[in-house]
């Protein structure tokens, strides 16, 4: 059992002792020179600044159109992957895959130059239509529709991956019964398919909520706008910007809070004694 | 066939931001300019790779990144195999008092995201005299779940005969971990530092905060700051954005190559790990 001591002493190290400061550090004011206690101001001040209280009206707002969006279009994409015959669906598994692997900071080069405010892909395609170039990056109304779609496209592969292994899992006498029963696609997907995935779509749907809660690099990369900003950019931003620990540190305990509950809610869809 | 044709459709979708990328970096900056946009460099240019290239030659700061980069995954994986094996193996073959509430904590500690805690660790890490150096870089690495329950899995899955009669053999806890256990987790071992080495590589927040002094940025501080320092520039067409391109084309390669050489074990991975647990 002392084997267990080096694993323990990096998680204490790690991740314990930093959430007991987080909870300490919450109450009070610090710029890692100074500490003052300062009871409760700092939730209070979460709801009342207009910039912090954009950042939780922006979260949600990404987590609104992100975790639907991500949803219905990874099972899209999973029902066309699984339609697909056997030795297509590894090689195109690896394609939907391979955005992971650029997520965040890399490929953010890529996006800046297609929403540039000029000469970017996308100006050209509005240009196409006869619309006026948009600046992408600036106001809530174009940035937060802008970085879901990012989002969502760099992410919704991965999540398909889930949910063509549920779909595998689907019993082959099923289907077979229904063919027989001369039943359509449409009807086999609606019928079949759909309710016997419904838990695992019930747990995509919460890790693309947790995932669009916790979005940062592409607003670090791409929009420091107070239109795009995110609890977790602000996190960072009041944190080592502003010198604000305190303040930063309220934001986290809120955002691990409501992450930890919804990561609570998942861990009930699954089944524990696999691992 | 129309299953092929939307299959087609989505792929290309999900790759195009990666096929922008390398296209542009091999244009100059009338190319990635020009409107109508060109889908293909029509005279396509090594200058931005060239001009990298010289950099590297001139100002040793590059070469000198990799070696940092190096240095730092090589004391997370190090630690992290240390740390995770052992543990695995204590959970896989032994039962003790408070087992199940240390499982249930590691499991809740998946849940926690990669900066949750940023602010609190990087106090830490300060507090502990570590700012600036490579281990402060690799500490927040080092303890991993995930790799905690590969191990027990694996180790779990091993036949108890094999360790008992190691064990009749004469010998000790040490040896049986040392010279039975370890060499039988080779395949996990490899996955495990796979993952781990990835995740120090790429991330760029937490090396950026911590390792201040110039000497002692990992490769992707290096690059991503330059890139982004080139790209500011981008509304005032300056000659630099498709330096910033071929500068993640370059970070984009050994991942791909990564990715396709272990996409195998990849795969199976999420599979498991998003259905199962």
């Known amino acids: ?76 994409v999973a029902l066309v992957v699984h339609s697909l015959p056997k030795h297509w669906q590894q090689p195109a598994r690896l394609v939907i895959y391979a955005p992971m692997m650029t997520a965040g900071v890399v490929i953010s080069g890529a996006w800046r130059w297609i929403f540039s405010p000029r000469e970017g892909l996308a100006n050209w395609l509005l240009s196409l239509v006869g619309a006026q170039p948009v600046v992408w990056f600036s106001t809530r109304l174009t940035s937060i529709p802008t970085i879901s779609f990012i989002h969502t496209i760099t992410y919704v592969g991965g999540m398909a991956i889930i949910v063509t292994a549920a779909l595998k899992a689907v019993g082959t006498d099923v289907l077979d019964a229904a063919k027989i029963d001369g039943a359509s696609q449409g009807r086999i997907v609606r019928s079949i398919y759909l309710p016997s995935i419904a838990p695992t779509v019930a747990l995509v749907f919460l890790m693309a909520s947790m995932g669009a809660m916790q979005i940062f690099e592409w607003i670090y990369m791409l929009a420091q706008v107070d239109g795009a900003i995110t609890v977790m950019y602000s996190i960072y931003h009041e944190g080592f910007l502003y010198a604000h620990q305190g303040m930063a540190s309220a934001q986290s305990v809120m955002l691990v809070v409501v992450v930890g509950l919804m990561a609570f809610a998942q861990r009930r869809f699954q089944t524990w004694q696999s691992i | 066939v129309a299953k092929y044709l939307i299959f087609a459709v989505i792929a290309i979708v999900v790759l195009f931001p990666m096929y922008w990328m390398v296209s542009g970096s091999f244009m100059d900056t009338r190319g990635i300019m020009a409107m109508p946009p060109k889908f293909i460099p029509t005279d396509p240019t090594l200058d931005n790779y060239r001009s990298i290239l010289r950099t590297v030659r001139t100002d040793g700061s590059l070469i000198l990144s990799v070696v940092n980069t190096v240095i730092v995954a090589a004391i997370t994986i190090g630690l992290q195999m240390f740390a995770c094996f052992t543990a695995g193996y204590v959970f896989a073959l032994y039962e003790f008092r408070g087992k199940a509430l240390l499982f249930w904590l590691f499991i809740m500690a998946m849940s926690v995201g990669r900066y949750q805690l940023i602010i609190p660790q990087y106090v830490l890490i300060a507090k502990l005299g570590l700012s600036d150096t490579l281990l402060g870089a690799a500490l927040p690495f080092v303890f991993s779940p995930m790799a905690v329950f590969f191990f027990r899995n694996y180790l779990r899955a091993i036949p108890s005969g094999i360790v008992d009669g190691a064990r009749m053999d004469g010998a000790g806890e040490m040896r049986i971990l040392t010279r039975v256990l370890m060499p039988m987790c080779r395949p996990v071992f490899g996955v495990v530092s796979l993952f781990c080495g990835l995740a120090v590589v790429s991330d760029y927040i937490w090396p950026a905060l911590v390792l201040q002094s110039a000497n002692k940025h990992t490769v992707y501080v290096e690059v991503i700051s330059r890139m982004r320092d080139a790209q500011r520039f981008i509304t005032e067409g300056s000659p630099k954005i498709g330096l910033g391109l071929a500068g993640g084309t370059l970070l984009l390669i050994p991942m791909v190559a990564i990715f396709l050489l272990t996409s195998r074990y990849l795969i199976d991975g999420i599979n498991t790990g998003g259905v199962k647990g």
């Open chain 1, 1 to 76: 059992v002392s084997f267990l001591a080096p694993a323990v002493f990096f998680f204490v190290l790690m991740t314990i002792v930093p959430v007991v400061m987080m909870v300490w550090l919450s109450f009070h004011e610090s710029n890692l020179i100074t500490t003052r206690y300062v009871g409760l101001s700092n939730y209070v001040r979460m709801f009342t600044d207009k910039r912090l209280l954009g950042s939780l009206v922006n979260t949600l707002l990404y987590t609104a159109i992100i975790a639907p969006a991500i949803t219905a279009l990874c099972v899209g």
